[in-house]
């Protein structure tokens, strides 16, 4: 079974892709997901995007002008994703689904792969990307209105194929709070230090284990906490305290609860200023925490 590693290794893991098929943000309703309060099941638009890396060029599509072998029609792509939501959906419609296991019943409708237990579902005899020959796939599932202060939820995916096409060799999975906007005191100056200013924070959560509980709405409610609580003078320092904080109360607890074998997270966060600079959108930082190097190192 291939292992799950994060999403920079899956998506530069080999040479540099010549022909791309993309479809963006196709509309479609999830009916059991969980909403910005954490009520669930509630039904929910999802914005969902694809783009598949081929592993030989267009010849015979280019050469005829015609959908040939050689490619994969954006209108076939488009109906697949949406059935395999409608068909995913209808399994149980009581239980709240998981955007990873929504994530990856795409993937599986659409190569006949499967990285996981398969949905109860029967496969359809010929998936789209049986016959054009996947090297990548990059999925994304996005909730806009799964958050209170930010832009939406989102789950994203990239998968790598064998030469053969029947085996996935490298995964990722990959959570995120889009662009919270949180006002805190935060700055060198004397000006900032006296009121709040909104911060913009994106959460991503790689090497997301999917058998960890999507628990979002809780995720944002400690993120926005721990930042409104918060008077540092870096965004730097801020960054840490809050990855600090989601490990301790969102990660740890997950992973001293559940018997399963884990992966261990990495977080990385994303702070801007908006008006921090005049001239300029925003000044912003990025950070990559590990997890379990972070948790191991306040233990001792």
Request: proline share 5%.
């Amino acid at each position: 079974m291939a292992e799950l590693e994060s999403t920079w290794n899956v998506k530069h893991s080999a040479r540099e892709p010549h022909t791309i098929i993309c479809v963006s943000n196709l509309q479609t309703l999830l009916p059991t997901v969980t909403d910005a309060w954490g009520r669930c099941p509630v039904s929910q638009p999802a914005l969902i995007s694809c783009a598949v890396s081929l592993r030989e060029p267009f010849t015979s599509a280019s050469a005829e002008d015609a959908v040939t072998k050689s490619t994969v029609h954006y209108g076939t792509l488009s109906k697949t994703i949406l059935e395999a939501c409608n068909r995913f959906s209808s399994v149980d419609l009581k239980k709240p689904m998981k955007l990873s296991q929504v994530l990856l019943c795409i993937q599986w409708w659409m190569t006949g792969i499967s990285i996981q237990t398969k949905p109860d579902l029967e496969m359809p005899t010929n998936p789209c990307l049986c016959s054009a020959g996947a090297d990548l796939i990059v999925l994304e599932v996005m909730l806009p209105k799964a958050s209170l202060l930010g832009s939406g939820v989102r789950i994203k995916g990239a998968f790598r194929y064998d030469e053969s096409n029947t085996v996935v060799t490298a995964y990722s999975l990959m959570l995120e709070l889009c662009s919270l906007r949180i006002p805190t005191v935060i700055g060198v100056n004397l000006n900032e230090k006296l009121v709040k200013q909104v911060v913009v924070i994106s959460v991503q959560i790689d090497r997301y284990d999917r058998n960890l509980d999507e628990a979002f709405h809780e995720l944002e409610q400690i993120t926005v906490k721990s930042v409104e609580e918060s008077s540092f003078q870096t965004l730097e320092a801020l960054g840490k305290h809050i990855g600090s904080i989601i490990i301790k109360r969102f990660i740890q607890p997950q992973i001293y609860v559940s018997q399963k074998s884990f992966t261990w997270p990495t977080i990385r966060l994303k702070l801007s200023k908006p008006t921090a600079v005049t001239l300029a959108d925003a000044p912003t930082v990025e950070m990559l925490i590990d997890t379990r190097g972070n948790l191991e190192s306040e233990e001792k």
